[in-house]
């Protein structure tokens, strides 16, 4: 016996969506699936959420975190940052919510904020920062074309290479 054929009419090539059929890095997709929802929960940046104790201080930061920015709306600049503050911390943090909206509208570069609003709630602690390592002695060779470099910052970061690559030996091992 034959099999029946089916009675569905085949789609054209023109009524198929276009496909993408390459495989994506996790990186390439990441980026817009955090920033939906960080915009979604109302931050226009996820960094004021990773970089709060550098904005405020290590001291609120403790007792504080950010919430949400609430603009109005169609309007990206004014907005309500609202911030959770462990217990008695709020009548602290009420007192400096002028520097604190100074503090965020010079990390944005504009006038992101015009108000602060507080709800008490529980502050989950911080993860404690890993401790820097030993710095290694850099190789002569690769050492002397460091000393040019005005930049502290950028200069311990290629020492720190310039470390890893005299140490090691041979073709990387990847386990």
Do not use: C
Request: hydrophobic fraction near 40%; avoid cysteine; aromatic fraction near 4%.
């Amino acid at each position: 016996m034959g099999r029946q054929m089916s009675k569905r009419p085949r789609a054209t090539p023109q009524q198929e969506p276009q496909r993408s059929n390459r495989s994506r890095q996790v990186s390439e997709l990441l980026p817009s699936v955090g920033g939906a929802a960080f915009r979604r929960f109302g931050f226009v940046q996820s960094s004021i959420v990773t970089r709060w104790p550098e904005i405020v201080g290590e001291r609120l930061a403790s007792a504080s975190a950010p919430e949400s920015i609430k603009f109005p709306v169609g309007k990206k600049q004014d907005g309500t940052l609202t911030l959770v503050a462990r217990g008695a911390h709020a009548v602290m943090i009420q007192h400096v919510i002028p520097e604190i909206t100074e503090r965020v509208n010079l990390f944005f570069g504009y006038p992101a904020v015009a108000k602060v609003t507080i709800r008490q709630g529980d502050v989950a602690p911080r993860p404690k920062p890993r401790p820097a390592p030993e710095p290694r002695a850099v190789p002569t060779e690769l050492g002397h074309s460091l000393k040019t470099i005005e930049d502290p910052e950028l200069k311990a970061v290629l020492e720190a290479l310039a470390a890893g690559i005299g140490a090691s030996s041979g073709l990387p091992v990847v386990r």
